[in-house]
């Protein structure tokens, strides 16, 4: 019988991978219609923000999918977890440049 915290973090994580998602492609349109790069101070870019939507969105389907589908959240950690290493390098590298 799943628990509580089973039931919901599927679609809990389903919902902010697609949160994630749709403010990443926005922030794609808006920079390809104004020509504007990211700016510095942006910790994550938008092509970060839409992998990262895509990978939480895909742990949350993996998780109301059920085991025998288990194994496809091994890509989405890989790219939470290269994403977290870039974003730590990136702050190291502004830390050291200040």
């Known amino acids: 019988m799943p628990n509580v ?3 919901l973090a599927g679609p809990v ?13 926005r922030r794609l349109r808006t920079e390809r219609r104004y020509g504007q790069q990211q700016p510095p101070r942006e910790v994550l870019s938008a092509r970060e923000l839409l ?10 389907t993996v998780n109301m999918l059920g085991k025998p589908w288990t194994l496809l959240a091994i890509p989405a950690v890989v ?6 290493v870039r974003i730590f390098l ?3 590298q ?3 440049h200040r």
């Open 5 to 7: 915290l089973d039931l």
């Open 79 to 84: 790219v939470l977890v290269v994403i977290g």
């Open 90 to 92: 990136r702050l190291i």
């Open 51 to 60: 992998w990262e939507g895509l990978a939480v969105a895909l742990l949350g």
């Open 13 to 25: 994580c389903l919902g902010f991978g697609v949160l994630f998602a749709l403010q990443a492609v």
């Open 94 to 96: 502004d830390r050291l």
